[in-house]
């Protein structure tokens, strides 16, 4: 739903072509970030927020959603502790 919202597409439609990564990690650092909707280096128009604190295992989330400028695809990056993924979903 918040996906529809931000881009103003329904990536549960059908029909829809999906290719994305899973990441699993630990490690130790501290993240913090905002994404205000300026374009990325792929080309995608990214809004959301990040923070993690971990120590091995990791205690934090992402997520953000953007649009690509060619506005044929939409990408969204989600983690919770020590596991993410980052999928592009192509209308």
């Known amino acids: 739903a918040a996906v529809l919202e931000i ?11 999906v290719e994305g990564l899973l990441y699993l990690y630990s ?21 959301g927020a990040e923070g993690k604190i971990a120590a091995a295992v990791g205690l934090g989330m992402t997520i ?9 695809s939409v990408r969204i990056v989600f983690f919770l502790s020590n596991v993410g993924g980052d999928v592009k979903v192509f209308v």
Do not use: C, N
């Open 27 to 47: 490690g130790i650092g501290v993240t913090a970030g905002a994404y205000l909707g300026w374009t990325d280096t792929s080309g995608y128009r990214m809004v």
């Open 64 to 72: 953000r959603v953007g649009m690509h400028e060619d506005e044929k």
């Open 7 to 17: 881009t103003g597409i329904d990536i549960q439609a059908p029909g829809k072509e």
